[in-house]
């Protein structure tokens, strides 16, 4: 009879833990919006920050962070793609395909601070531009290739080999199977590898405090021209992003309610962590539904 | 007729075919390109040090007296970074410690104690856990976990003094790390799991073996290579962890006394000082050499889960 008693113990204390990791999950929401309730607002989420006097808000870290995710994903979407249409159809077991394995590997499991010392490096110093929006969505991609071109190998390897056969039987060469039958095929693992990977660098914080700096200039949102420095299009300017924002205010917050826009920030990029959770799982089902035709 | 690997090189081969290939072998080329140049660059930087400034690398990884900028009449400058080094290793092993019996549990649950609560619940819950930046846990750690630590070290009587009541410490970070690693390790876990065939579980039911037998004896052991994969991975994470812990472990350039004492990582004085550090000063220099230590000791960690990896084959 003991070891039934045993198992029933067992069992107990996983179903113990597992609840337990919902509550924590539960807690740190509950704990973050909870605390950062009285900036949850549409004037504190677009109005400048403020670093002397109280109300300032997080509208440029903001749209830094989301103008890097642009750039970014702009630079990686089609490096990585195209690394991973070649590790799935083109590369032969060789020495060749064994190295890249291994630099996609090897880059994946580098610390963000490591890549964001080399975009410090060669982009803020070799080039002379100083800190700037450009040099950290570069970083910020070099972070995420490894993840983009192993999604995409994966969606392009989880294509059907039916539906590439007979596209190839139609006569297709293999390049026009990829172009027109396999990426169409693989956008719904795409596009929700492609949501993640965007969740992640709008919480990226340590390769970006090298590159992109952790101060902006005051932004005109009426100026649409790119070259200026005030533009907030303009790519060549230092940007702080919100979550280097966080970062900054603990080490150095100036304003009488640094403690208070730090948490409304971060009841910000923790309800922007679930949204894009969310519209990840969405559209992911939706377009499998769409593409796969199994609605 | 033309076979397909011989096809003659039209200019519509070319356009369908040749160019498109071209493009996608250059992109894949292009990562060891990069990865070349990254460790090349971090590298020229790093062993500039020992190169040009003529510091010895034994000191560099022996030596705990860390003043660049200390004065020649004092001495001159001193980099020695085995506190940081010290810092990193406690703290990963710290959060590895507290981390590791969590996340397998989470994984055992979810392969095989309840499957669809697991993937329903838990694999969402999980994801979310990793989605969270990392300067929100150290904002958490810094205004949750920081009071309730220096409340708990003022609370309980010690025999030292001295004790640091900050709040921040070892095992404060240690407690930061653990949560941010939980995911890694036991996503993993339960991918070791899941990858073992059903057999081991039948022939463990039909002895006669309960369920909590049958975990305990059959399939932790058997997915023992792939969980210990996870578990370097989660160390190579909260090696490489800069910011949460930054916030949250003290930054004080002493060997902590006790997981009560304050600390600092190696990623953490770099993401203090590189900053303020005059590029092409041994200040400078001495910082990205701790940078290319990071990175070899990452690339270390991709040579070791291989080598689990190699060893755990024989379940496949």
Redesign the interface.
């Known amino acids: 009879m003991k070891?039934?008693v045993?198992?029933k113990?067992?069992?107990a204390?996983?179903?113990i833990?597992?609840a337990l990791?919902?509550l924590?999950?539960v807690l740190?929401a509950a704990?973050?919006i909870y605390?950062g309730r009285s900036r949850l607002n549409l004037h504190f989420l677009t109005s400048a920050p403020n670093s002397l006097e109280a109300g300032g808000g997080i509208g440029p870290p903001l749209f830094n962070s989301i103008y890097i995710v642009v750039l970014s994903l702009a630079i990686t979407l089609?490096?990585g793609l195209?690394?991973g249409?070649?590790?799935a159809?083109?590369?032969k077991p060789t020495r060749?395909t064994k190295?890249?394995r291994?630099?996609?590997?090897?880059?994946a499991?580098?610390?963000?601070?490591?890549?964001g010392?080399?975009g410090?490096?060669?982009f803020v110093?070799k080039t002379g531009w100083g800190f700037n929006l450009l040099s950290g969505a570069l970083a910020v991609s070099?972070l995420n290739?490894?993840v983009i071109?192993r999604i995409s190998e994966d969606s392009i390897r989880n294509v059907p080999h039916s539906v590439k056969e007979a596209s190839l039987a139609l006569g297709a060469?293999?390049?026009?199977t990829?172009?027109r039958v396999l990426i169409p095929c693989a956008i719904p693992g795409l596009v929700t590898g492609l949501i993640?990977t965007s969740?992640?660098v709008?919480?990226?914080?340590?390769a970006l405090?090298?590159t992109s700096g952790?101060s902006g200039y005051p932004l005109d949102f009426t100026n649409f021209n790119p070259m200026d420095s005030s533009s907030p299009l303009n790519p060549m300017r230092p940007a702080e992003t919100l979550?280097?924002f966080?970062?900054k205010v603990?080490s150095e917050g100036t304003a009488p309610d640094a403690?208070l826009v730090?948490?409304g920030a971060?009841a910000v990029?923790?309800i922007s962590?679930?949204v894009?959770?969310i519209a990840s799982?969405i559209l992911g089902k939706y377009l499998n539904n769409k593409f796969a035709g199994n609605s | 007729m033309s076979k397909p690997n011989k096809r003659k090189i039209t200019s519509h081969?070319i356009k369908?075919?040749l160019?498109?290939?071209s493009?996608?072998?250059?992109?894949?080329?292009?990562?060891?390109i990069?990865?070349i140049s990254?460790v090349f660059?971090?590298a020229s930087?790093g062993l500039s040090t020992f190169i040009l400034d003529k510091q010895s690398p034994l000191k560099f990884l022996f030596s705990s007296k860390w003043d660049p900028l200390r004065d020649l009449s004092k001495g001159g400058p001193a980099i020695g970074a085995l506190v940081f080094i010290f810092g990193s290793i406690s703290v990963s092993s710290l959060a590895l410690l507290i981390s590791t019996p969590?996340s397998v549990?989470?994984s055992?649950?979810m392969s095989e104690?309840?499957p669809k609560?697991?993937k329903k619940?838990?694999q969402?819950?999980i994801?979310?856990?990793v989605?969270?930046?990392?300067?929100?846990y150290?904002?958490?750690g810094?205004?949750?976990l920081v009071p309730f630590i220096s409340k708990l070290t003022l609370t309980i009587p010690f025999i030292d003094k001295d004790i640091n009541t900050t709040g921040k410490s070892l095992l404060t970070g240690g407690l930061v790390l653990s949560?941010m690693i939980f995911p890694t390790i036991a996503s993993i876990s339960y991918d070791a799991l899941k990858a073992l065939p059903k057999d081991f579980k039948e022939a463990s039911f039909a002895l006669g073996?309960?369920?909590?037998?049958t975990?305990?004896k059959v399939l932790i052991p058997a997915a023992l290579p792939g969980m210990l994969t996870g578990v370097v991975?989660g160390l190579?994470r909260a090696?490489?962890?800069?910011?949460a812990v930054q916030?949250v472990i003290g930054n004080n350039i002493l060997f902590p006394k006790s997981i009560f004492d304050r600390a600092n990582t190696m990623?953490s004085v770099?993401?203090m000082e590189?900053?303020n550090a005059v590029?092409g000063t041994l200040e400078a220099n001495a910082l990205?050499s701790l940078?290319f230590l990071?990175?070899l000791i990452?690339?270390l960690?991709?040579v070791i889960i291989h080598k689990i990896g190699a060893k755990g084959s024989f379940i496949k």
């Open positions: 070891p039934r045993t198992d113990i067992a069992t204390v996983f179903y833990i597992a990791l919902i924590l999950l740190f704990y973050l605390q089609p490096i195209s690394a249409i070649y590790m159809e083109y590369a060749l190295m890249i291994f630099c996609i590997e090897a880059l499991s580098l610390p963000s601070i490591v890549i010392l080399f410090f490096l060669i110093q070099i290739l490894p071109t060469t293999h390049w026009q990829i172009v993640i969740g992640r709008f919480g990226e914080a340590a405090i090298f952790v979550a280097v966080i970062w603990n403690r730090a948490d971060s990029l923790i962590v679930f894009f959770n799982r | 081969y369908t075919e160019l498109g290939k493009l996608v072998t250059f992109f894949g080329i292009f990562l060891i990069l990865t990254l660059f971090i930087q969590f549990a989470i055992v649950f104690i309840s609560f697991g619940i838990l969402p819950v994801e979310i856990f989605g969270i930046p990392s300067v929100v150290g904002w958490i810094l205004t949750l949560i073996a309960t369920r909590w037998q975990i305990r991975l190579a090696f490489g962890e800069a910011l916030m990623t770099i993401t590189m900053g590029s990205w940078a990071l990175l990452s690339f960690f991709i």
